[in-house]
């Protein structure tokens, strides 16, 4: 990956863009916080009475033994589920009826499991979509090709290049998606959700499909995103999650049977007894990227 991994803002600093500077809005207040959220597909109680914070700046993982939950929770932070109980607060206001084209205009974005990337479109075009956030001509201008929507064109374009510039994935921005290899194809999926500058990155297993030198560039980019963003990972990856994370919350059968730092839930007797083996131990053994 490139030269993301250098910050280009530290945390409460105003990022530089294409378009000029913009506010953004304080990383302080970047805080998720999910409450209560129990959510049943019919007679399957997927999650009973969950919580888990992302405090802002921090990364905070989301593990558990096949079936756990992991995704369904995601789900609802992305406004893909919508929860039978519980609440959700973003940087302290509460939200309902969360709908997953909202997310951007929030600060937030998202990589799913897979990499969803549209087939039709380059690779750039595809970044671009992530971009959007920053656009201000509406659809209407857009259709009448004012001005302002070429202004707003070329601002997408600067920042899609930007993103993929910052993974090491420029030279493939007029390459279509299905040609590339598979972590290639993360890798652009990330650009696309870290085009829009969010202040909150949901990331639901960016490892898998990756080799052992990707993951632990993903790692390291991960660390750094944090002095920018908050995250929330899921990922089955141990050794990754208990080298990037700051907090874990760890669920099993649709319950949080243990959260706290990587050494705490490694510690838990309940995480070990969930997992039935020794993987969370031998995870142990990892160096941290960095702890800040
Ligand atoms: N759309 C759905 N309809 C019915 N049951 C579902 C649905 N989605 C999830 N479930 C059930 O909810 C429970 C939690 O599933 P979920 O996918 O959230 O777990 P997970 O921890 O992400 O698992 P994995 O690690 O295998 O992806 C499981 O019992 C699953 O079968």
């Given at each position: 990956?490139?030269?993301?991994?250098?910050?280009?803002?530290?945390?409460?600093?105003?990022?530089?863009?294409?378009?000029?500077?913009?506010?953004?809005?304080?990383?302080?207040?970047?805080?998720?916080?999910?409450?209560?959220?129990?959510?049943?597909?019919?007679?399957?109680?997927?999650?009973?009475?969950?919580?888990?914070?992302?405090?802002?700046?921090?990364?905070?993982?989301l593990i558990g033994?096949?079936g756990a939950g992991?995704?369904?929770?995601?789900?609802?932070?992305?406004?893909?589920?919508?929860?039978?109980?519980?609440?959700?607060?973003?940087?302290?206001?509460?939200?309902?009826?969360?709908?997953?084209?909202?997310?951007?205009?929030?600060?937030?974005?998202?990589?799913?499991?897979?990499?969803?990337?549209?087939?039709?479109?380059?690779?750039?075009?595809?970044?671009?979509?992530?971009?959007?956030?920053?656009?201000?001509?509406?659809?209407?201008?857009?259709?009448?090709?004012?001005?302002?929507?070429?202004?707003?064109?070329?601002?997408?374009?600067?920042?899609?290049?930007?993103?993929?510039?910052?993974?090491?994935?420029?030279?493939?921005?007029?390459?279509?998606?299905?040609?590339?290899?598979?972590?290639?194809?993360?890798?652009?999926?990330?650009?696309?959700?870290?085009?829009?500058?969010?202040?909150?990155?949901?990331?639901?297993?960016?490892?898998?499909?990756?080799?052992?030198?990707?993951?632990?560039?993903?790692?390291?980019?991960?660390?750094?995103?944090?002095?920018?963003?908050?995250?929330?990972?899921?990922?089955?990856?141990?050794?990754?999650?208990?080298?990037?994370?700051?907090?874990?919350?760890?669920?099993?059968?649709?319950?949080?049977?243990?959260?706290?730092?990587?050494?705490?839930?490694?510690?838990?007797?309940?995480?070990?007894?969930?997992?039935?083996?020794?993987?969370?131990?031998?995870?142990?053994?990892?160096?941290?990227?960095?702890?800040?």
């Amino acid at each position: 990956m490139g030269p993301l991994a250098e910050p280009r803002a530290t945390a409460g600093s105003t990022a530089v863009h294409p378009r000029g500077k913009r506010q953004r809005a304080d990383p302080r207040t970047s805080r998720l916080e999910l409450t209560g959220i129990t959510v049943a597909f019919g007679g399957v109680t997927a999650l009973a009475d969950v919580s888990l914070t992302v405090e802002p700046g921090q990364v905070h993982g989301l593990i558990g033994p096949n079936g756990a939950g992991k995704t369904t929770l995601f789900n609802v932070a992305c406004g893909l589920v919508r929860p039978s109980g519980g609440q959700m607060t973003w940087r302290g206001e509460p939200v309902r009826r969360l709908r997953p084209h909202q997310l951007a205009g929030m600060g937030i974005a998202r990589t799913l499991q897979g990499v969803n990337l549209f087939a039709g479109l380059t690779v750039l075009e595809n970044v671009m979509v992530g971009a959007h956030r920053h656009a201000r001509a509406g659809f209407a201008s857009a259709l009448l090709a004012l001005p302002r929507s070429d202004r707003d064109e070329r601002a997408l374009r600067a920042r899609a290049t930007a993103a993929l510039a910052d993974l090491g994935a420029e030279r493939y921005a007029g390459a279509y998606p299905g040609g590339l290899p598979y972590p290639l194809q993360k890798r652009v999926a990330l650009a696309r959700a870290l085009a829009c500058d969010p202040d909150l990155l949901l990331l639901d297993e960016p490892a898998s499909g990756l080799a052992e030198d990707e993951m632990r560039e993903l790692g390291e980019l991960i660390r750094t995103l944090s002095g920018r963003m908050s995250v929330l990972l899921v990922e089955h990856h141990m050794d990754l999650v208990m080298r990037v994370c700051d907090r874990i919350t760890v669920l099993d059968s649709g319950r949080r049977i243990s959260a706290g730092t990587p050494a705490e839930v490694q510690a838990d007797p309940a995480v070990t007894e969930a997992y039935l083996g020794d993987e969370v131990g031998t995870a142990g053994a990892a160096e941290p990227v960095r702890h800040d």
